[in-house]
């Protein structure tokens, strides 16, 4: 091999062994079975039931934890389908080689036939077989004389923000931020999460905030979600005191229903839009920075479950302190690289991932615990903690990237006898002066230009024999790193 390459390698002491005598480098088997079901009459929902079989030689190595696919009509609507494995009388199993099932598609939805592009089957260990449309046979047609082909619509201009006070349900200050909207939906909107908004922090643009997104979840639900009786979008969003001050803008905004039809609206300046709605928050004490991780106290440790004929199942424990000025932490994630290379991310559920408020000193150093156990068949071989990402209460956030990129440019390619053959003409010195300094230091020795004996020597070869002094070298250890490199340039060439 010749020329560039580059490595990726995690910092030494963030990595660990995985022992393991049966590894699955197995993909889960190919489909060899669909079955589809329709049980509803044609005015009814539908239930709809999907089985498939994959061809497995043995379970273990083979079969999978689950499988997922996303299925589309002929509109483009579509539902997100999770299988799961079962064993030979219907009872879930952690992994099998058949994958069950089974969603609602309500009466209004699009009828006719829907399809699967590709499903995606995954294994306990992450291995992954992606099966496109050619890979397995599939027919599912649904008779929906009742098909609602239309969109749900926003009422141009009817958008508007309400700020409402709750500091005292919450005893801090806490302002309810509710985006609302006119929509006209010709039959009804969808039962879960029919409404979703957007909104920009100030100063966006900053990359390292998140613009806020939310949903209105139910249907005539307390004022979140949409109403019926005025037809009317509500998405509700918690900001307390660490949020920041200034000016904010509700520039985009779905809807979704009972047919799965959706519809997006995005706003902006530009002529043809509807504007922003932009409105300004007063916080008094906002958190502008992201939390801190010592990188000095970061450990991994991992044991294998099960050491006297190790399977890969290990226990994996990492700890790190963290803290965070005002808000506290929040939301924590990582990334374990196995030894193929594949990611496997995690979040960290910590006693404070879910809630609102900081229980706490957050500015204090905290030290945490994640426990991780990796599945029977894990890969052997040296994994490590390639990344942490942490973000606090006023979604603030920082990654913790903790590889290293190796560039190899290799110039030289060596034979058993360690010599050196053939450059790949890539060197970084100058040929020029590499002639020059050939000539004035030594020709003498070794023969000009192509009567010389030294034809195509490293630059390391130079350097050795200058330090063993062959032939009396040693007088030109005075040589420059980058006069040795134009000498290698130009012995290539010869
Ligand atoms: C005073 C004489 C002399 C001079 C000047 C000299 N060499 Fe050498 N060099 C030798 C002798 C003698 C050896 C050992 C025998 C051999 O390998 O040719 C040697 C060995 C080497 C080797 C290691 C053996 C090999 O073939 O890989 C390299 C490379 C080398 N010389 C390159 C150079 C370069 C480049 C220069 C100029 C910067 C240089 N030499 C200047 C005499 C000299």
């Known amino acids: ?32 079975r669909v079955d589809i079901e329709v049980a509803g009459d044609a005015t009814d929902d539908k239930q709809v039931y999907v ?46 080689s058949i994958l069950r099932g089974e969603f609602i598609l309500s009466k209004n939805a699009m009828g006719g ?67 609302q909207w006119d929509v006209v939906e010709n039959r009804a909107m969808h039962g879960h999460s029919p409404c979703y908004a957007s909104i920009d922090p100030p100063g966006t643009g900053s990359a390292d905030r998140y613009r806020l ?40 905004l779905t809807m979704k229903d009972e047919a799965l039809n959706t519809k997006g609206v995005t706003f902006s300046d530009t002529a043809e839009a509807e504007a922003p709605t932009r409105f300004t928050v007063t916080t008094t004490n906002a958190d502008d920075q992201p939390p801190e991780l010592d990188l000095n106290v970061i450990t991994v440790t991992a044991v294998p479950t099960n050491p006297a004929a ?47 408020f900081f229980d706490g000193d957050p500015t204090a150093w905290q030290q945490y615990e994640i426990n991780v156990l990796l599945p029977a068949g894990s890969a052997p071989g040296t994994w490590g903690l390639s990344e942490m990402h942490l973000q606090d209460k006023a979604q603030n956030f920082v990654n913790y990237d903790f590889t290293e990129t190796i560039h190899i440019d290799r110039l030289w390619n060596f034979d058993l006898n360690g010599n050196a053959w053939e450059g790949s003409g890539e060197s970084g010195g100058n040929t020029e002066n590499g002639a020059l300094l050939y000539s004035n230091n030594c020709a003498g020795c070794h023969g000009t230009g192509s009567s010389s004996s030294k034809k195509n020597r490293s630059k390391s070869a130079i350097q ?20 040795l490199d134009d000498l290698e340039a130009y012995l290539a060439t010869l």
């Open 1 to 32: 091999m010749q020329g560039n390459f580059y490595l990726s390698v995690i910092r030494p002491d963030l990595t660990f062994e995985v022992l393991n005598l049966f590894p699955d480098y197995v993909y889960p088997g190919k489909i060899k």
């Open 51 to 96: 089985e498939l079989e994959l061809h497995t030689m043995d379970n273990y190595l083979d079969g999978a934890k689950h499988a997922i696919t996303r299925i589309f009509s002929e509109t483009g609507t579509y539902v997100d389908l999770w299988l799961y494995p079962i064993d030979a009388n219907g009872d879930s199993v952690t992994q099998g």
């Open 113 to 179: 036939f829907w399809y699967a592009d590709q499903i995606t089957i995954t294994d306990a260990v992450g291995n992954q077989r992606f099966e496109g449309v050619d890979d397995f046979g599939w027919k599912l047609f649904v008779d929906n004389p009742l098909q609602d082909t239309v969109e749900p619509e926003y009422v141009v201009n009817s958008k508007f923000i309400t700020i409402h006070d709750n500091s005292d349900s919450y005893q801090q200050p806490v302002q309810i931020i509710t985006a």
């Open 213 to 252: 997104e939310a949903y209105g979840y139910g249907i005539d639900d307390n004022g979140d979600g949409f109403d019926s009786s005025d037809s009317r979008c509500h998405v509700q969003f918690t900001f307390t005191d660490y949020y920041p001050s200034g000016e904010y803008s509700f520039n985009s």
């Open 310 to 356: 190790p399977n890969g199942e290990t226990q994996v424990t990492i700890r790190y302190q963290a803290r965070d000025d005002k808000a506290g932490l929040g939301l924590v994630s990582f990334r374990l690289r196995d030894p193929q290379g594949i990611d496997h991310h995690q979040y960290h559920y910590h006693d404070n991932f879910y809630t609102l």
């Open 464 to 483: 050795s024999a200058i330090q063993n002094n062959s032939g009396g070298m040693g007088a030109l250890s005075s040589l420059t790193d980058a006069e």
